[in-house]
Each structure stands twice: as C-alpha cells, then as structure tokens.
C-alpha cells in the first residue's frame, strides 16, 4: 500500500518536469498539459484503492484461516443416529455408574450413582478438582461419559437431540459471558422471542432492575465486550436472568454467587427460593448461606460420592465434609433477611 500510495506522486513529478519541458519548447501546449494532468490525477484514487484492497485481502485471508481451522474442527459429541427430542417431564435426573476422564487413564469420576427427584435441589460441595463442575457439564453433553448413563426424564441424554437437551438446561456459570449489545438482548440469549414484560421480570426475580434502571439508558444500555463497563456483581445477576427467562426444568448455579456482595447475595437467595420451587437445581457453591438453598447435600472427594444427607448430620458424620468446614472452604457467615427485607449477617456456631 505505500508503494502504490507513491507511485501516483512520482507520476505527477514526471509529468510536470516532461511536459513542462515540451510546453517551453512549444512542442505540446499548455491546454494539452493541463489535460494529461488531470488525467493522470483521475488516476491517483483507483491507484491508492488497490492498495488498500490489497492489505484487506491479506488480513481477510489471516482472518479466514482462523475462522476455518474452527468450523472444520471435528466435535467431540456429536448427535447418534435416530436421537430423538428430550420428552416432557419434571425435570428427573439420574446418573448410574458414571465415571469420566479427560484423559485416557485418569479418572476425574468414578462409579457415581445419585438420583435427583424432580424439583429437588442439591449441592456439591468438596475441595478444588474434585469433579463438582466436570459432573454438571455430563448433563447438557458438553462431554459424553466414559462409562455409565446419565438420564433425563427416563432417557439418555446421548439419546436426545442436542438442542431439545439444551434448552431444558440453564446454566450460570462462575465465569460469566455477555456479548457487546444489550443488556435486554443479553438476558435474552437464550429466549429471543421472549417480550420486554418478561426480561424485566427475569430480571426483577434476579435482583438485576434496580441497577439496570440506572444505567444510562436503562435495558438498552450497550455493555460492550464481555460486559466489561458493568461489575461482576452485575454480570453475574444478568446471567442468573438469563437463565431464569429460559425457564429450564434443570437448573445448574455454578458458584453463582461468587462475586455478589453479603447484601446483593441474600436478595438473590430471596428470589431464588421462589424460583427453584419445582426445579431441580444443583448448585456448586463454596459458601453455607448459598448452601443453605439445597435440600440435599453431595459430598464428593477425588471423584467419587463420599457422603449425602444435610448439614447437621454431614458434620457429624463426614469427615470430609468436617475437614472443608474447619479449613474455611465452606464459609460459615450466612444472612437473613429481617421482616422489612434488609440482610441480617449471623455467625453459624454449629
């Protein structure tokens, strides 16, 4: 492109010292000199066009290399043959004899059975690479089990077809993704048809109104890249939304509480209740208040299920569960809500 940006001005330069000669030596006149001259600068654009065209393609080709390794990446799950839509039910799942690695010879689960009757809400708990989040993944086929089944509703999910399995799971996640649009948009990722009444209610229940209507331009306030002019506080309850405007009968809250404050968290517990009632949920959260949600409580330890049943009796009982408690992996404040809706911070002293 610079070459190409020159070459108009060394033409130009040749032109005026060539013609300028023969017009003082009366071999060309001075309206034919004007005339290649301004032909030659009708010239210049196309010339310099060229060149930018030619850096585009170079940098549309690197671009076009990029995006093709992509789409002609094999998927690792993939639909069987005759795989069918996930039927309507309560949202049941079970999981008989499951072990998974993501490696050949290393086993992040082994022999897992746990059954989660619909509309019940259980925690995994258990110290850092333990399975919790590799577990939940099995459940929308983000990987397929080594061994062992996973069932939704009486079938298979690697017999359902992905997007009818998909789109009965909401999952909000520790790291939370918001694309450069919306936030209306954002809260409706997953339900593009849904209507302004109905964003604003998810988000209502997700304790994410208040600070949307504050934001410039309320629910049509663009959050740029990944969300970045919003906290992760924000982010967070903006996903929680999300998940909840999809309305899924298998709830998954990732350490969804992660980078709420004592405060923002006890009023997204409020909604959460009322939201989870009739569905089942799993939740991986590190802190007790959040724990608190579950009905039922799964401990797991180097991938294997190592004690269930509820808090009192797991610290009586589970040694594993104890050593969490006592190393502070569990956090012991916990908050309430007073009768006028403002969080009480206690100490759990069990």
């Known amino acids: 492109m610079p070459a190409l940006s020159a070459l108009p001005s ?3 330069a040749g032109v005026l010292l060539v013609g300028g000669y023969q017009v003082v030596h009366g071999t060309l006149t001075l ?5 290649v001259n301004a ?13 930018m065209w030619v850096g585009q393609y170079q940098r549309a080709m690197a671009s ?31 999981f008989h004899d499951v072990s998974f690695g993501y490696e050949a010879g290393r086993e992040v689960l082994s022999d897992i059975e746990l059954e989660i009757a619909a509309g019940q809400t259980v925690a995994l708990i258990g110290p850092t690479g333990c399975g919790k989040t590799t577990l939940t993944a099995l459940i929308p086929r983000f990987y397929d089990v080594e ?18 399995l998909r789109s009965a799971i909401g999952i909000v996640g520790q790291d939370t993704f918001l694309f450069s649009t919306t936030v209306a948009e954002n809260i409706a990722y997953g339900s593009p048809e ?8 998810a988000a209502v229940r997700a304790q994410a109104h208040d600070f949307i ?13 990944r969300g970045l002019s919003l906290s992760g506080g924000q982010r967070q309850r903006i996903a929680i939304a999300r998940a909840l405007l999809m309305d899924p009968r298998v709830l998954i809250l990732d350490d969804a509480t992660a980078s709420v404050d004592a405060n923002t968290e006890a009023r997204i517990k409020l909604a959460l209740r009322e939201v989870m009632r009739g569905r089942t949920t799993l ?17 797991l330890d180097h991938g294997r299920i190592v004690a269930r049943g509820e808090h009192a009796g797991l610290l009586e009982e589970s040694p594993v569960y104890q050593e969490i408690y006592r190393h502070g992996l569990v956090e012991r404040t916990f908050v309430q809500l007073d009768p006028d809706g403002a969080p009480i911070e206690k100490e759990d002293v069990a």
């Open 10 to 12: 060394l033409a130009i």
């Open 31 to 35: 309206g034919e000199f004007f005339a």
């Open 39 to 51: 032909y030659l600068l009708l010239l210049v654009f196309p010339l310099r066009s060229m060149g």
């Open 64 to 94: 076009g290399e990029r995006v093709f390794e992509v789409l002609d990446e094999d998927r690792d799950v993939v639909e069987r043959p005759g795989a069918r839509p996930l039927p309507d039910g309560p949202g049941a799942l079970t």
């Open 147 to 164: 061994r062992g089944s996973i069932t939704l509703d009486g079938l298979d999910v690697r017999d359902a077809t992905l997007d009818s």
């Open 194 to 201: 849904a209507t302004p009444e109905q964003i604003a209610m």
């Open 213 to 225: 209507m504050d934001l410039p331009d309320g629910y049509d306030t663009r959050v740029g890249e």
């Open 283 to 299: 939740i991986i959260a590190h802190r007790l208040s959040t724990i608190s949600l579950a009905d039922h409580v799964v401990v």
